[in-house]
């Protein structure tokens, strides 16, 4: 072992001195940078595409690469006005507590192996089942996020269901297993049928139930349903922000002692605010939920989270056969209830962000971003374009008209750089998705954002729909 002074020697202040003013850096200029990187920035790329070099490069070379080669040709999602997909833009206290976890390089699978890491993911997992109003006894991972978190749930209702038919799945495997079947509304999250493949249970082999104009699922249409069924509901459609009945749902699966499972990735969080809970109604009769902490929360990337009712449940699908030289303690050990074993400590940032917000905090996100698209929404029906959905939250779909032209106009905002929104299908109609989720979008940026989408609407109406 070295001596106190050789391994405080090793610490390179310099080289994180200059990671840092490079970080702030880039955040400072995030808010002016064009959204999407310039065509010259992605080719810049291709300096890197060399065979394995032999001989080595100094720290301060390497960051000095990383951050003019990279930074030029990341997407700024942290500047508030990038509106695809889901991404939200990681809060301060989310950023700087990645760096410290970096630092701390802590592997978060034993307790043993890092208490601080157990002891922040022990707390922040309660305070998602608090925000959810779930019971403090339900079982709960962080894992990198909704898909895996789909994985880790699924995991549980999958053994569930098959222990109580006698069948003991991770020791046998599904090889003669009884049949489950899997129930999921038709606009399900492509994530949510990719975890199914990944648990043995089919993309494809799945009921899927009719859904109403904005996503949600027909109860009426649900099929019968008994203890070997699994219905995977949603918080939050993807493209229209929708929920489904979940009361209504939960009540029948009770019944027939089935398994609700929400895919809730972002929508879920909408129970932590007072003027949003509503829609969140009835999915805390479900079995097991999954989020996402790098979406509405604003977590970075990447975290997710899973809860599952029952506990047994969860670690009896993660359980990992016992080895000699893992010390488990009395306390709850977070790789009993995740699929991986050794893990970054994203407990910590999920606690540092919910820290840093609080109950109020986390509301006011919440209620500021559905304010925002709720004025997209506006502005875009007061020019003359089609919003597509009820806007519930804060999503919004948008038409331009017909197929060819709605492209046109979303390739032209891209290009254009001061926003960046994507395209989707919504029920065969070709459209624009609007997701406002990023804790640092503006009134102004809103205002910047609409205008730079109407003029690209605008200009492709004029040139006769050619971007
Ligand atoms: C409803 C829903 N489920 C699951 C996912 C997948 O989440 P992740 O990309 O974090 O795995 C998403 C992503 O947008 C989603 O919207």
Redesign the pocket.
């Given at each position: 072992m070295g001596s106190r002074n050789d391994s405080k020697a090793k610490v390179d202040e310099g080289l994180l001195a200059d990671v840092s003013r490079r970080a702030v850096a880039y955040l400072r200029q995030a808010r002016d940078r064009r959204v999407a990187p310039p065509d010259s920035a992605v080719n810049d790329l291709r300096q890197l595409e060399i065979s394995f070099p032999e001989s080595s490069l100094s720290d301060q070379e390497v960051v000095e690469w990383l951050d003019r080669v990279g930074s030029p040709a990341t997407v700024t999602t942290a500047g508030g006005r990038f509106y695809g997909?889901?991404n939200g833009g990681a809060l301060p206290a989310a950023v700087a507590a990645s760096w410290l976890v970096s630092a701390w390089d802590q592997n978060a699978a034993l307790r043993v192996m890092s208490p601080a890491a157990a002891g922040f993911e022990d707390v922040a997992l309660g305070w998602v089942r608090e925000i959810l109003r779930l019971p403090a006894g339900c079982g709960g991972a962080i894992v990198?996020?909704?898909?895996?978190a789909?994985v880790t749930g699924l995991a549980a209702a999958r053994h569930a269901l098959l222990a109580n038919a006698g069948w003991d799945v991770e020791r046998d495997g599904l090889f003669g297993a009884p049949p489950l079947t899997i129930i999921v509304g038709d606009e399900v999250?492509v994530?949510?049928l990719k975890a199914l493949s990944l648990l043995g249970l089919g993309r494809e082999r799945v009921h899927r139930v009719p859904v109403d104009g904005q996503g949600r699922m027909q109860v009426d249409a649900l099929p019968p349903l008994n203890a070997r069924s699994i219905i995977c509901v949603?918080a939050?459609?993807?493209n229209t922000g929708a929920f489904d009945p979940a009361r209504e749902i939960c009540q029948r699966a009770r019944e027939a002692a089935a398994w609700v499972h929400v895919?809730?990735?972002?929508?879920l969080w909408a129970a932590a605010s007072p003027r949003y809970r509503h829609l969140t109604d009835g999915f805390e009769h479900a079995d097991s939920w999954?989020l996402?902490g790098?979406?509405w929360p604003n977590v970075g990337y990447?975290c997710?989270v899973s809860l599952v009712r029952d506990p047994h449940h969860l670690r009896s699908a993660m359980a990992t056969s016992a080895a000699a030289y893992f010390t488990v303690g009395e306390a709850r050990e977070p790789s009993q209830f995740t699929p991986e074993l050794s893990r970054r400590a994203r407990g910590v940032e999920l606690w540092a962000a919910l820290r840093s917000l609080g109950r109020n905090g986390l509301a006011g996100l919440i209620e500021r971003t559905c304010r925002h698209a709720s004025r997209f929404a506006e502005g875009l029906r007061a020019s003359g374009y089609e919003v597509l959905n009820d806007v519930v939250i804060n999503q919004v779909l948008v038409s331009f008209g017909p197929p060819a032209f709605t492209r046109a106009v979303i390739e032209r905002i891209q290009r254009d750089g001061t926003c960046w929104c994507g395209g989707t299908e919504w029920q065969g109609r070709p459209a624009m998705r609007i997701s406002v989720s990023c804790w640092a979008t503006t009134e102004d940026d809103v205002e910047l954002s609409l205008a730079a989408i109407v003029r690209a609407a605008d200009a492709c109406r004029a040139q006769g729909s050619a971007p």
């Open positions: 997909f889901v990198t996020g909704a898909t895996m789909n999250h994530s949510l949603q939050g459609n993807v895919d809730g990735a972002f929508g999954s996402d790098h979406k990447d997710g």
